[in-house]
């Protein structure tokens, strides 16, 4: 009976010392590099439950468009409060299934191409490129023609479109450039293609594993070389098209809506808490106020001649139809 009664109280006082509500808990949902341990994830995590005095519960998938088709299966009853890892390719379609919420932020953020949106706020921004091993590949394409075009023994590793935002992001790079014949492009450049993966994490592993000389990525990339290995092997190809242009965003769901820690955490995350950790964390571009100036290595990395980028709408109208054109050629 002592036994039993020690468990009912100290069962009694574990009750006592969690979060008596939702409101002591954030879910988040992103995607696998973000929450990675040498992603910003951990950080970030830290930040915020020391500031809030709460707990953040990151859930993870493999990249940015599998995190929208979660959450469209889930429904009203999904159980992110945020979902962080969308980008303007999907703001359109995600605010048309109607489980994303509009939100008090008055954000002070400064992206390419300024932001006026209230229902998704940008936490950092980057763009496309092809990234390139210079002991292997001592010319690297110079123009997406030339990638598109160019010698099929030099393979690439790429995302899909269906699961992941830079697969969707090269997607629109080519159909940018290439108009109604970007079925023509894929169908050249699939002769290059080493394989197609989820997401990005497996791509760049298998790029600096040696499987392929270049990998889909971002300008921003080589920079985590320069820093963390010390080294300038790893470079991103300028291609005289010029870049496509990512943002990315979060966005507070249906669910979080009833959660007051859901609109803290976007304020937060657009102030240096958050902030300090994309440039060598997240490699990407702050999209707003940092309080420390960005490492040298970041005003090595190319300058897109031209920044390439559909409105949310129009992918929104076409997605669908341009994947589908995608698939077909690839799995011909």
Request: one cysteine or more; aromatic letters at 10%.
């Amino acid at each position: 009976m002592r036994t039993m009664l020690l468990s009912f109280l100290s069962a009694a006082a574990l009750l006592a010392a969690a979060p008596a509500s939702a409101e002591g808990r954030l879910t988040i949902y992103t995607y696998d590099s973000f929450t990675a341990e040498w992603g910003p994830g951990p950080q970030v995590k830290t930040n915020f439950e020391t500031e809030c005095g709460c707990e953040v519960d990151f859930v993870s998938v493999a990249d940015g468009v599998a995190l929208l088709n979660r959450v469209k299966l889930e429904g009203a009853s999904t159980k992110a409060d945020i979902v962080l890892g969308l980008d303007t390719n999907l703001t359109a379609e995600a605010r048309g299934i109607g489980l994303f919420v509009a939100n008090g932020a008055t954000p002070q953020v400064n992206v390419p191409g300024g932001w006026d949106d209230d229902m998704f706020v940008p936490y950092d921004y980057g763009y496309f490129a092809v990234v390139y091993d210079t002991e292997k590949l001592p010319n690297p394409p110079a123009s997406l023609k030339e990638l598109v075009e160019g010698d099929a023994s030099q393979k690439i590793v790429i995302q899909d479109p269906r699961t992941s935002t830079p697969g969707l992001g090269l997607l629109l790079w080519v159909r940018s450039v290439y108009g109604d014949e970007a079925d023509a492009a894929w169908e050249k450049l699939k002769g290059r293609v080493l394989t197609v993966t989820p997401g990005w994490s497996e791509a760049y592993g298998l790029f600096t594993k040696g499987e392929a000389p270049m990998v889909l990525s971002y300008t921003t990339s080589p920079a985590y070389h320069m820093i963390a290995d010390k080294t300038d092997r790893y470079q991103a190809a300028a291609f005289a098209e010029g870049h496509y242009l990512q943002v990315e965003v979060a966005g507070i769901t249906v669910t979080g809506a009833k959660n007051p820690l859901a609109e803290k955490f976007l304020a937060f995350m657009t102030g240096p808490g958050f902030q300090d950790a994309v440039p060598e964390t997240q490699w990407m571009y702050p999209a707003a106020k940092t309080d420390k100036p960005l490492d040298p290595a970041f005003d090595k990395l190319v300058k897109p001649a031209k920044t390439l980028q559909f409105s949310p709408q129009e992918v929104a109208e076409n997605r669908k139809a341009w994947v589908d054109e995608w698939l077909s050629v690839m799995g011909r």
